[in-house]
C-alpha cells in the first residue's frame, strides 16, 4: 500500500457556546497547590488556629485578629518540579514570588473588643509548570479506535464538514470531527484516521483507518506552564483577647497554558510506515471571587482552636485552543500532498463559567509555654461539587453529572512544630497528607473519563495522595525584622494515559488503555523577610 499524508487545522477564531472543559480540566483548576511563608511551610501549612501570619489568615481569616502590631512581609522562592515516567525523567525550575501583604493592626479603647485589623496580600495558590514524556503503551490499541467508538452513532453527514459546515457550532465532539475530516486541498476531498464502517438500525458506526497494522510506536510529549493566583482583603476584630472573628474577601486569577504532542506509527504488511501525529495548543484564563469566614477561640492561653469556611470560587473563564492532524493513510493509489483546511484561523474561543468547590478547614493549637509550638489542621473538600457552566449560567447537564459520579470527598491533614531554642533562633518541621478524590473505578481505570466536547487532547493524569515533608527555622535579627527559611518535599504518584478506556453500557471493557506511571516529586526552597511596626 502506498501512504497518502493529509493535514487540518479545524478551529476558528469565533467565540462559540459550547463548553471546552471536561471533567479533569475542572478539576485541574479547581485544585491549589501548598503555599504560603516560609514559617507555615516548614510547619507542614497547619496555621489554621494560630494566626498572626498570612498563611494563617489564608486558612482562617480569623487569624488577623491575633495581630498585636502591623506587619509586612514577602516571601521569594524556587521550585524543581521533577516527573518520571515509564520511560523520560524531565525537570523544570521555576523563581517566583509566593507572597506579598500588609497587615494593619488598630487597637480599640473598649474592653471587649480590643482592637479592629485589616490587611491586603496577594498569594500565588499554585504553579502548573511541569513538562513529561511518555512513550510505548497501548501497543494493541489505538487513538484512531478510541476515536471510532466515541464518535459511534453520530450521523457522517454531521461529521463532514462539507455536508455540515457548521458542524463546529453543533454538540458534536470535536475529536470526532477532526478524526473524520482530514483534508486534502488539491482534490477537494475528506478522508480522515476513522470512516464510516457500517449502519445499524439508522445509526452509523465508524472504524479506524489502520485496522489490520501493528501500532508500531507512540510516544506523548507536553508542556504546562502557569499559575493561581489570590489577592485577599481580610478584615477582623479581637474579643477579649478569647475570641478572634474575621472575613475575607478573594480576587482570584487563573493563567494555564498547555502544549501537547501525540504521535503513532504502525507497521504495514510493506516496508512503508503510516500513523498520524496530533498536536495540541490550549490557553485557558479566567478571574473569579470566594468569600471566606473565621474563627480562633482561645479558651485557655495554651490552647486555640479554629473554624473557617471558604465559599466557591465563581470564576468567568475563556480557553483559546488550537488543534491539528497530520496523518500518513493507507491507500490504493498515491494521491496529492493535503493542505490546510479552507478557513486560515486556526484559534478557537471558548467562553464558560467553573465553580470550584468550597472548603472547611478545623484546626487545633498548643502553645507550650515560651519553648514550643504543636499545631494540626485538618481540611475537608467535596469536588464532587465542581461545576461547569455557560456563560448564562446554566450548568453543564451532562459533564457535572460525570464530575458527581466520579469524584468524592477529600481530606487534607497538616501537622507542624516549632521550637524556639533561643528568643532569636526557632527550629520548625512539619508533614501533610492530601488524599487524591478520585472514585475508586476512575482512579483504577474502570471507567471512562469523559472529555469536553471542544478537546482534542485526549490524555489526562490521575492524581494519587500526595505526601510532603518540611522543614525550616526562623531568626530574629531585631523584635521588628526577621526572616525565616523554609524547604518542603513533596511526593506523589500519579497515573497518565493517552486516551482513556471505553466501557459498554452494561460495563464491559470495549477499549484497552495502559497508563504510564507518572512520579511527581517536587522540591521547593522559600526565603521570607518580615517587619513589625
Known amino acids: 500500500m502506498n501512504k497518502y499524508i493529509l493535514f487540518i487545522t479545524m478551529f476558528f477564531i469565533v467565540s462559540l457556546g459550547m463548553y471546552a472543559q471536561g471533567e479533569m480540566d475542572a478539576f485541574n483548576l479547581s485544585r491549589n ?29 480569623a487569624g488577623i485578629g491575633v495581630y498585636r ?102 454538540d458534536l465532539p470535536w475529536m470526532s470531527l477532526l478524526g473524520y475530516n482530514l483534508y486534502n486541498r488539491p482534490t477537494n476531498t475528506y478522508s480522515g484516521i476513522i470512516y464510516n464502517a457500517d449502519n445499524i438500525n439508522g445509526k452509523d458506526y465508524y472504524e479506524s483507518q489502520f485496522n489490520g497494522y501493528e501500532l508500531n510506536d507512540n510516544s506523548l510529549t507536553v508542556s504546562e506552564e502557569g499559575h493561581i493566583e489570590s489577592y485577599d482583603f481580610t478584615m477582623g476584630t479581637n474579643i477579649s483577647n478569647k475570641l478572634y472573628l474575621g472575613f475575607t474577601f478573594s480576587i482570584t486569577d487563573i493563567f494555564y497554558r498547555m502544549d501537547s504532542y501525540y504521535v503513532e506509527d504502525f507497521l504495514p504488511v510493506t516496508s512503508d510506515k503510516i500513523g498520524f501525529d496530533l498536536e495540541n495548543w490550549l490557553e485557558s484564563k479566567g478571574a473569579g471571587y470566594q468569600v471566606s ?84 489542621d485538618y481540611e475537608y473538600i467535596d469536588y464532587s461539587q465542581m461545576k461547569l457552566k455557560y456563560t448564562d449560567g446554566f450548568e453543564y447537564q451532562e459533564d457535572n453529572s460525570f464530575i458527581s459520579e466520579h469524584f468524592k470527598r477529600a481530606n487534607t491533614l497538616k501537622a507542624g512544630i516549632e521550637y524556639r531554642a533561643t528568643s532569636q533562633f526557632s527550629l520548625r518541621a512539619g508533614y501533610s497528607w492530601i488524599q487524591s478524590p478520585l472514585e475508586a473505578k476512575i482512579k483504577n481505570g474502570k471507567q471512562e473519563v469523559v472529555l469536553g466536547l471542544n478537546s482534542t487532547a485526549p490524555h489526562y493524569v490521575l ?62 526552597g522559600l526565603l521570607t523577610l518580615g517587619y513589625k511596626f
Request: charged share 20%; glycine share 8%.
Open 69 to 170: 502590631s502591623s506587619e509586612v512581609v514577602a516571601s521569594m522562592g524556587f521550585t524543581s518540579n521533577n516527573i518520571e515516567t515509564n520511560t523520560a525523567k524531565e525537570s523544570k525550575f521555576k523563581f517566583a514570588f509566593d507572597n506579598v501583604s500588609y497587615m494593619g493592626y488598630m487597637p480599640l479603647s473598649d474592653n471587649v473588643f480590643k482592637s479592629f485589623n485589616f490587611g491586603f496580600s496577594y498569594n500565588r495558590l499554585k504553579d502548573f509548570d511541569r513538562n513529561y514524556t511518555a512513550s510505548g503503551k497501548n501497543r494493541n490499541t489505538s487513538l484512531a479506535d478510541y476515536t471510532a467508538i466515541i464518535s459511534n452513532k453520530i450521523s457522517s453527514s454531521n461529521l463532514d464538514i462539507i455536508d455540515n459546515p457548521n458542524a463546529y457550532y453543533q
Open 33 to 61: 497547590g501548598q503555599m504560603g511563608t516560609a514559617r507555615a511551610i516548614s510547619m507542614g501549612g497547619a496555621f489554621g488556629a494560630l494566626g498572626g501570619d498570612i498563611t494563617g489568615v489564608a486558612q482562617n481569616p
Open 293 to 376: 469566614i473565621g474563627a480562633i477561640f482561645r479558651p485557655t492561653d495554651a490552647l486555640r482552636l479554629g473554624l473557617a469556611y471558604h465559599s466557591p470560587t465563581w470564576y468567568d473563564m475563556q480557553d483559546l485552543r488550537y488543534g491539528d492532524m497530520i496523518a500518513n493513510l493507507p491507500y490504493e493509489t498515491v494521491q496529492p500532498w493535503g493542505g490546510h483546511a479552507p478557513d486560515d484561523n486556526d484559534i478557537a474561543e471558548i467562553n464558560y463559567k467553573l465553580q470550584t468547590p468550597g472548603r472547611w478547614v478545623a484546626s487545633a493549637a498548643a502553645i507550650l509555654g515560651a519553648k514550643a509550638i504543636l499545631s494540626l
Open 463 to 524: 492524581e494519587g495522595d500526595a505526601n510532603t515533608m518540611s522543614y525550616g527555622l526562623g531568626y530574629k535579627f531585631t523584635p521588628n525584622f526577621y526572616i525565616d527559611l523554609a524547604f518542603s518535599f513533596k511526593f506523589q504518584d500519579n497515573d497518565l494515559y493517552a486516551f482513556s478506556p471505553l466501557f459498554a453500557d452494561d460495563g464491559r471493557q470495549i477499549l484497552a488503555s495502559t497508563s504510564s506511571k507518572f512520579k511527581n516529586n517536587t522540591f521547593k
